[in-house]
């Protein structure tokens, strides 16, 4: 063994515990797509017809206030063929997958009601999603946010997630599609007592052990920055044992807990931009997923009332996209139209720019960019995405790019799954 051999054996033992340190709290891509939005339906309204009903909206909406590619311009104020390339996917959208991720709300859409009508709402809507799930109809995620763990409704939220997961195990229903969000966490022994709950559910209804995943809803200053000065949101992704799937974005919560103004509180004031860039500094290699929040201006009304809405939810959909935001809230079905219009321009608009990078990259050409492995990474997740939710086809893969999509997902570092 030559000196340097000592060495490299050296250094193995000494970074030993900081390499398998880094293997357990950084273990990248899951392999799953991650949705563009989440809807947001309070239990109470929520039937196996929800979905159905809300593309109806949705498709109403759009052909009243922008029922054609140039009437769609206009609503946004869009270029004329911008609107015609992604007019079209935007309707077939609407038809095949109108909402990507599902939840029944608990919480505060859902309100304080007494318990005998929490319960029959809890068993209501798991038989529902239940229905949906065996028919092929339920959005590919879905699930339900509970009330928080904080003292005053912990029980409360316990007993519904019981009631809701034993009702969808008894169906055979629950999928890797089911996910809870558990709203409101002021700490990390929240995060570790969720665990100890979804470890007892699972118990209880012969659920397989570790398969209930959950996302913490960060919209309590305490899940940005602890009593002690760090970053509490950073330890609550590991107390959570690999159950942790999301952090998702409170808009509202989280800036009047901060004592911003009613009238100012938006996705994109200051406050909410700290907490996000917090929140994906803690995400970052863990394999979470961020979601950004909402905008509680709906498209509802006159004509300029729509469009004017439209056209903020656009702007907003569009910024967090931008940020490296992949994910937001949905409230109402006049928001689908512009979130799928955003989400699809922005794809559109990058994917010849990163077609090329990722050609040249794979086969040595030129490019007018020197790219490094990891921007290769970022070029081919930013496609992967665009592919996943509808705005990029397959065969486009082929022609701009030379790859499949195989080999797009080794490009993107996306593990296969099992």
């Not at 490299?8 to 033992?13: G, H, I, N, V």
């Not at 799953?32 to 159905?52: F, I, L, N, S, W």
């Not at 699930?143 to 005053?152: F, N």
């Not at 701009?400 to 799954?417: M, V, Y």
Request: hydrophobic letters at 45%; glycine letters at 8%; charged letters at 25%.
């Amino acid at each position: 063994m030559t000196e340097l051999d000592a060495l490299a054996d050296e250094l193995d033992r000494r970074l030993a515990d900081a390499d398998a340190a880094l293997s357990r709290l950084y273990p990248g891509d899951r392999g799953v797509r991650q949705p563009v939005h989440t809807v947001y339906v309070p239990a109470d309204q929520y039937d196996a017809g929800t979905v159905e009903r809300w593309a109806a909206e949705a498709k109403a909406v759009l052909a009243s206030h922008g029922g054609s590619a140039a009437a769609l311009a206009e609503a946004l104020d869009l270029p004329a063929d911008q609107a015609v390339e992604v007019y079209e996917r935007v309707r077939g959208k609407l038809e095949r997958e109108p909402i990507e991720d599902l939840r029944i709300d608990f919480e505060d859409g859902y309100g304080t009601r007494p318990d005998d009508q929490e319960d029959a709402a809890a068993i209501s809507a798991a038989r529902a999603l239940a229905e949906s799930v065996k028919n092929a109809s339920a959005p590919p995620y879905h699930g339900l946010r509970i009330k928080s763990l904080e003292a005053p409704s912990r029980r409360r939220g316990v007993r519904t997630l019981d009631l809701f997961v034993g009702e969808m195990a008894r169906a055979g229903a629950l999928t890797d599609g089911f996910v809870v969000t558990l709203a409101k966490v002021t700490s990390v022994e929240q995060v570790e007592a969720m665990v100890v709950v979804l470890a007892a559910v699972e118990k209880a209804h012969a659920v397989p052990s570790g398969s209930l995943k959950f996302e913490i809803q960060v919209e309590t200053p305490q899940a940005i920055l602890g009593p002690d000065g760090t970053a509490l949101v950073v330890r609550m992704i590991s107390a959570g044992a690999g159950r942790v799937t999301g952090l998702h974005y409170g808009t509202y919560d989280y800036s009047a807990s901060l004592g911003v103004a009613a009238a100012y509180q938006s996705m994109e004031h200051p406050v909410a931009d700290h907490a996000k860039d917090v929140m994906q500094l803690a995400a970052a290699g863990t394999g979470v997923f961020v979601s950004d929040g909402s905008t509680n201006v709906l498209p509802v009304g006159e004509r300029d009332a729509v469009h004017a809405a439209w056209r903020l939810h656009s702007r907003l959909v569009r910024r967090s996209l931008v940020r490296g935001i992949y994910q937001g809230w949905d409230m109402h079905p006049g928001q689908l139209p512009s979130r799928f219009v955003a989400t699809y321009l922005f794809y559109r608009e990058g994917l010849e720019s990163a077609a090329l990078r990722l050609r040249a990259y794979v086969g040595k050409g030129e490019s007018g960019y020197l790219d490094e492995p990891a921007t290769a990474t970022a070029l081919a997740s930013f496609v992967l995405r665009g592919v996943e939710c509808g705005a990029i086809d397959m065969p486009e893969l082929d022609t701009l790019i030379g790859i499949d999509p195989a080999t797009l997902a080794t490009l993107a570092r996306r593990p296969a799954r099992p």
